[in-house]
């Protein structure tokens, strides 16, 4: 009897840690930590979080990197305008804000947009990238973030879970 129940016992032990294959629909929650200020290079998007003001910011903007800094919490640059923030030019401005920025809707990742050697077009896809971001900390040392959508697929929801996850980070960043 004790042998049954002890095998009984493994059994059900070891199949408490298998998982059937299907993927599982993660709960988005939205951002509701502290107000956070974002300049946008494009259309700002459309978010259920109402602690968050968006405003608009243009490239020419985004070079007074003293300023955007001490304006804005973060710059997202959303996806019509990765092939402009690619530019050379643009790679010293992203080294020198002392916030993140994060490119949306990328499947490149950060590389292309902080690096002198690297091009968007050159560059290699991510799989399951949706967004990027990326912060200079020192002169040699730098902090990155991968964002990636639920089950891969493209949806309201997932987007929205995406957002709310680079709203967190911005906020642990500003801490």
Not at 2 to 28: H, M, Y
Request: proline share 2%.
């Amino acid at each position: 009897m004790n042998k049954l129940l002890f095998c009984s016992l493994i059994a059900a032990t070891a199949l408490a840690g298998c998982d059937s294959g299907e993927s599982k629909e993660v709960k988005a929650s939205s951002y509701d930590g502290t107000y956070l200020k974002i300049g946008v290079i494009g259309e700002q998007p459309n978010l259920r979080e109402k602690n968050i003001r968006f405003s608009t910011l243009s490239f020419e903007e985004l070079k007074d990197t003293n300023n955007v800094s001490s304006k804005f919490d973060a710059v997202f640059i959303t996806k019509n305008n990765l092939k402009q923030a690619d530019e050379e030019k643009y790679v010293k401005v992203y080294r020198e804000l002392d916030i993140p920025t994060f490119f949306l809707e990328t499947t490149k990742g950060f590389l292309p947009f902080v690096s002198e050697d690297l091009t968007y077009a050159t560059a290699s896809e991510l799989e399951h990238s949706y967004a990027s971001g990326y912060l200079q900390e020192k002169k040699d040392s730098y902090r990155f973030w991968e964002y990636g959508l639920n089950n891969n697929q493209k949806n309201d929801k997932n987007i929205k879970d995406v957002y709310s996850r680079i709203f967190k980070t911005i906020a642990e960043v500003k801490e």
